[in-house]
């Protein structure tokens, strides 16, 4: 992609939920926490609101209840990141704005990109556009851990990075395009939020933020999770989710 840095992620230690994890160049996987100061969703995207949704699900391999956002994209499919359903294995659903609650199942999971897909039979949203946009303004909306109030952040996509970093296991090194961003309170607990331009359309998934700078997160960009989001559009057999990320 024009505009694209090639950059090389260090990796170092961080703590994710009781569990530690490498990942690299300083982002902080999103678990926790509740932002104290989210604003008032913005009518150019108004509409995106009721496509955007929060979920819940067990996870008994690490005696966890975990929460976590996703977005339609495809007819009764919800994306997120892979992070956030590592482990589960019942007791999972998706709920919408409007505090309906339908079950779920992960019908695709890929901890090198950190993408997981969620199957929702009887889920009503509308789809949501994805695609690649310039770096520019844009707002992430999403859920925070134990609250049921959307909350969407102003943010600036700053530019477009080819970051090599380890998959959510620690276990290979992946290549991956990202997007960086500023903005002021990203806050844990939105991790699989989607970041939208003006006109509705999707172009990163929020996954992590920076712990030597509050203002500065990550996101996956598009052209990383649309061929899996392709790939998952039919899909309604269950998989596994693997261990808990570490």
């Not at 009518?43 to 966890?64: D, M, N, T, W, Y």
């Amino acid at each position: 992609m024009e505009g694209m840095t090639r950059w090389l992620w260090l990796p170092i230690l961080l703590v994710l939920s009781g569990c530690s994890i490498t990942m690299p160049s300083s982002p902080l996987p999103i678990r926790a926490s509740t932002p104290a100061d989210a604003v008032a969703l913005p009518p150019e995207i108004v509409s995106e609101k009721q496509s955007v949704v929060r979920f819940s699900g067990l996870a008994p391999a690490c005696f966890k209840w975990i929460e976590g956002t996703g977005f339609v994209y495809a007819p009764q499919r919800v994306v997120t990141a892979a992070h956030v359903v590592a482990g589960v294995t019942r007791s999972f659903s998706v709920t919408t704005d409007d505090g309906e609650a339908y079950p779920a199942r992960v019908v695709a999971f890929d901890p090198d990109v950190d993408v997981a897909i969620l199957y929702v039979p009887d889920l009503p949203a509308p789809p949501l556009h994805i695609a690649d946009a310039p770096p520019g303004d844009a707002h992430l909306l999403g859920y925070s851990k134990g609250t049921e109030r959307e909350v969407v952040r102003p943010i600036k996509i700053e530019r477009y990075i080819e970051g090599e970093s380890f998959d959510i296991y620690e276990k290979r090194k992946v290549t991956r395009s990202i997007l960086e961003l500023s903005g002021a309170n990203m806050s844990p607990g939105l991790s699989g939020g989607p970041l939208i331009v003006p006109g509705g359309t999707v172009t990163g998934m929020f996954f992590a933020m920076a712990t030597d700078a509050p203002n500065r997160g990550y996101a996956l960009a598009a052209e990383e999770f649309l061929p899996i989001t392709n790939g998952a559009n039919d899909a309604t057999r269950p998989i596994s989710t693997q261990q808990c990320d570490k």
